[in-house]
């Protein structure tokens, strides 16, 4: 039977999660995780490969790498990429998909699914071209700028080669490739979490009461901190609350940044400043109902396009989000629409502490926006609705991925489209 390999390099709970139920619906499908980059589902994904040895494959470097240091991240994706390669000989898969893996490596896998020949479909969750193309400006200047606009031009080449594009929101098919614009090789899919695994739990619950954090407002951030993340901007937080007693700024995060801050705010005697390391998968909808208000902070280079996927966790905790970020980002945007959180532009540390500061001040406030982010998570995160889009979209990149207990419907088709 022919099997389809599904590539995370990010270890994302919904992508793992998709997979697990394709295979328990009878479709042939491996899921491949990164098990060297610091991230938060890290530490859950041995426990993934424990319990779906059928599925999951954890594909790791002799050394764990992070994403500050942009050499030894290269070095990291580089190594990580032959690696992958080895698993995907082993596996012989009949068709590859990829989402969040670094174009340097995305290109070593395209390579060699090319020869195969294999069909590669390229699940866009960020335009990485782009944000290298804004950090070597920022950082080399006009040289800088020449080497960024190779990047962009690389991450065409492989959309451009794809069999499909999947994106995860509207508008994103307008930074496509004519080519794959044109003969409509992009589907949308839009991202989700998987609210069956967040059950709401009050402010004082056990992961609280252990950190000591059961009776104060919490502002909290979980997740990876890399070059596109605002450290300054928790450290602001904490300064401006640092003679509320009743405040705990809270980064739960793990790697070189952490570090950063955690030595920030020693230097700077920010005692309300808490850096704990990742927490366990299982615990984290206890960590994310902790916090009074939830946070997170991006510099401007992420612009419109990057979708963090924290705020959709963060959404079936139900608590208020403040987010500094693109206006114009989906993410934003669907804050915005919902009512479940304030959206400040980036680079402005005031008016995030002023829009933190509002929702601490008025519970009534925290309360309704809670409800509203919570309420558009039961709406909206179906795994079977996403199950059955995904689908469609194999269908429609021609793909063979038919399964032998799953039934056939008016809604999509097993297998080979005609």
Same mark, same amino acid.
């Given at each position: ?36 980059? $610091? ?16 599925? #999951? ?13 942009? @050499? ?27 989402? %969040? ?53 690389? $991450? ?32 949308? !899919? ?8 967040? /059950? ?5 619950? $056990? ?27 928790? =450290? ?13 700024? #809270? ?12 030595? @920030? ?9 808490? #850096? ?51 206006? @114009? ?23 995030? #502490? ?8 008025? /519970? ?13 998570? $039961?709406? %909206?995160?179906? !795994? ?14 021609? =793909? ?19």
């Amino acid at each position: 039977m022919s099997k389809t390999v599904l590539i995370d390099y990010g270890c994302h709970s919904f992508t793992h999660r998709l997979a697990t139920h394709l295979s328990d619906l009878g479709f042939p499908i491996r899921y491949f995780a990164n098990g060297s980059l $610091e991230s938060p589902n890290l530490t859950s994904l041995a426990g993934w490969v424990e319990e779906r040895p059928d599925v #999951v494959r954890s594909i790791s470097c002799e050394k764990p790498y992070g994403k500050l240091s942009l @050499q030894g991240r290269l070095r990291g994706e580089l190594e990580w990429g032959k690696r992958c390669i080895q698993a995907l000989e082993k596996e012989n898969p009949s068709a590859v998909i990829v989402s %969040t893996v670094p174009i340097a490596a995305v290109t070593q896998i395209q390579r060699w699914a090319e020869r195969r020949p294999i069909p590669l479909v390229y699940w866009l969750q960020d335009l990485q071209g782009r944000a290298i193309h804004d950090l070597l400006k920022r950082k080399l200047g006009p040289i800088g700028r020449v080497l960024g606009a190779f990047a962009d031009l690389w $991450e065409l080449q492989i959309l451009e080669k794809s069999r499909m594009v999947i994106t995860i929101a509207d508008g994103h098919e307008r930074e496509l490739p004519l080519g794959v614009r044109q003969s409509e090789r992009y589907a949308l !899919l839009e991202n989700w979490a998987n609210i069956e695994e967040f /059950p709401q739990f009050p402010v004082a619950n $056990e992961w609280s009461t252990c950190h000591g954090l059961d009776r104060t407002l919490n502002v909290l951030y979980s997740g990876t901190l890399g070059l596109k993340h605002d450290l300054f901007a928790f =450290i602001s937080l904490a300064a401006s609350f640092r003679n509320r007693p009743d405040v705990r700024v #809270v980064v739960v995060s793990s790697g070189h940044a952490s570090e950063i801050l955690r030595s @920030q705010a020693a230097a700077q005697g920010l005692s309300n400043l808490l #850096v704990l390391p990742f927490q366990p998968y299982a615990d984290v909808p206890k960590v994310l109902a902790s916090a009074a208000v939830l946070i997170a902070s991006l510099d401007a280079s992420a612009g419109g396009f990057c979708v963090p996927s924290k705020v959709l966790s963060y959404f079936c905790a139900g608590r208020p989000t403040v987010i500094a970020i693109d206006s @114009q980002n989906p993410a934003a945007k669907t804050i915005q629409r919902t009512g479940a959180g304030t959206v400040i532009p980036p680079g402005d540390p005031a008016a995030f #502490v002023n829009a933190v500061a509002e929702f601490l001040d008025n /519970p009534d406030l925290r309360e309704a926006a809670g409800r509203q982010a919570r309420s558009y998570a $039961e709406r %909206t995160f179906s !795994l079977d609705k996403v199950t059955e889009k995904f689908l469609n979209i194999m269908s429609k990149s021609n =793909i063979d991925f038919s399964s032998l207990s799953y039934p056939c419907s008016s809604v999509f088709i097993c297998g080979h489209s005609s």
